[in-house]
């Protein structure tokens, strides 16, 4: 059996996971199954330990603050047709939690992340990349709503994080992968267009 990784790259807030959920109904549609979903933000690094003011400093928009090693252990895994047990993260422990019980893989496989591009191996391991270019503004707002409901974050620690840690490694890292990706598109949300071009490239896949 042939396993297809689709791999989604795009800013905070950019509407990544909002275009993987309307990918992963259409493909539901159409084969009968849903994809297996991996985010990558289940990959940052252990910070758990670090006093509150070295937590201040710590980038989550630099590559470095992933785990790429399990991240691509794990997509190996998958294309591989092996289970894992897939990683969230705590943002407000600041560490990975890894799931109790395993997910099994699917035909159709889907990353999503802020930095997938930049990585050769993950590169490599995709069939079909994306890479979604919603305005920075726009993403910062929406990252201030969902910040302060979802992670418990107050809008000064938001504001500074997207001045010194968001837009300079925005610049340096994240939007660069435009250049590396297959299709380019405005915002996250429903694109029928490159629903049939997965749907289309999976069904080849299996003839």
Known sequence: MTFWLL???????????????????GVHKRFGYYPTCVSMDGYYRDFSALAPHE???????HPDSFDVTALIRDLRYLKAG???????????????????TLTE?????VLEGILP???TEILS???????IDTPINDCYARRLRR??????RSEESIRYQFETHVMPMYNAYIQPQKERADRVLADGGQCPILLQD????VAACRD
Not at 82 to 100: C, F, G
Not at 105 to 109: A, R, S
Request: charged share 25%.
């Open 7 to 25: 791999t989604i790259a795009g800013v905070s807030a950019s509407g990544k996971t909002t275009l993987m959920d309307y990918l992963a109904r």
């Open 55 to 61: 937590l201040q400093q710590v980038n989550y928009d």
């Open 82 to 100: 092996k289970p894992i047990y897939p990683r969230s993260y705590d943002y407000v422990q600041h560490k990975p939690v890894e799931a109790v």
């Open 105 to 109: 893989t699917k035909p159709v496989l």
């Open 117 to 119: 591009l930049h990585f």
């Open 125 to 131: 391991l995709s069939d079909l990349t994306v890479y």
């Open 147 to 152: 910040d302060t409901l979802e992670r418990g």
């Open 198 to 201: 997965i749907v289309e490239k």
